[in-house]
């Protein structure tokens, strides 16, 4: 049985982000696991998600490393609260900021890997480090800061 | 006469960019022009667009930022070296770093306006300050970090 990423364990109401909702059938539907003590996303682009040619667009590595960060930071929330993930109770970040450093053009073609360490987690924030790597060669990293959703969201 | 953003100059082989170039058809398009002394790109997400219900996905709000990043750095470069932009001679500048600062969510229905500060211009960098408001209310700010691309891109 397939492995499933905390995505799959957001609310209903939570799972139409256009980069990692499970509901948004016109997004990029980015799946975020545990592979040992780091995070992992993985996602091969579309050819139209081009920069120069050649290259992956910018826009969407960022896209990928946010929705990295959000998902990382519910796996480890879930972690460190002792919370057993099952559907439907994920806990829910969002972004409240993002860095990206472009280090070299990411070619078109092979697999991105982002991999993601916890830095820091205290209250509702968590900080994660991606890296974003294509064949093993780092193209990219990034820090995020992820915010818990509060738990009336919606309801004021 | 509708005024010609910059990316209307870019070379055809730098005009496919998924944010921002005018010849790819599934990509969002962005366009950028001057405003006085800033920078500005508008634009109005699809609603399949989102991050939580009622909001904009922040890798859309991050792409954006993005390619007005470059966008901004190819109209300063072009004003500081006194290039007269013509079809098709900009400056291609791409993302060498990208901070987002996500202030509040950004509500999905009204356009998103991207305003650019030049901070700096050296050599062949050009570091812009962006300011994303809807209807006036700041939702998120960014710093971009653009590079000019070698005149051998692509040649090597």
Redesign the interface.
Known sequence: MKTKAVQDFYEE??A????C?RL?K??HQFQTFWEGDETVTRFTP?L???????FI????L???I??HGTGSAALAYAKENNIELEEFNAP?F?????????KK?TPMGPELVVKGKIKEIKGRKVVIDATLTVEGDVCATGEIISLL?PED??QK
């Not at 139409?16 to 980069?19: L, S, T």
């Not at 667009?57 to 969407?60: D, K, S, V």
């Not at 969002?94 to 472009?102: A, K, Q």
């Open positions: 109401r939570f139409h982000c256009y980069g909702g948004n016109d997004g579309d139209n998600h081009i920069s120069l040619p050649g667009y910018g826009g969407l960022a896209s990928m946010d929705c829910r969002v972004t409240g900021s993002l860095c990206v450093s472009y053009p959703v969201f919606g």
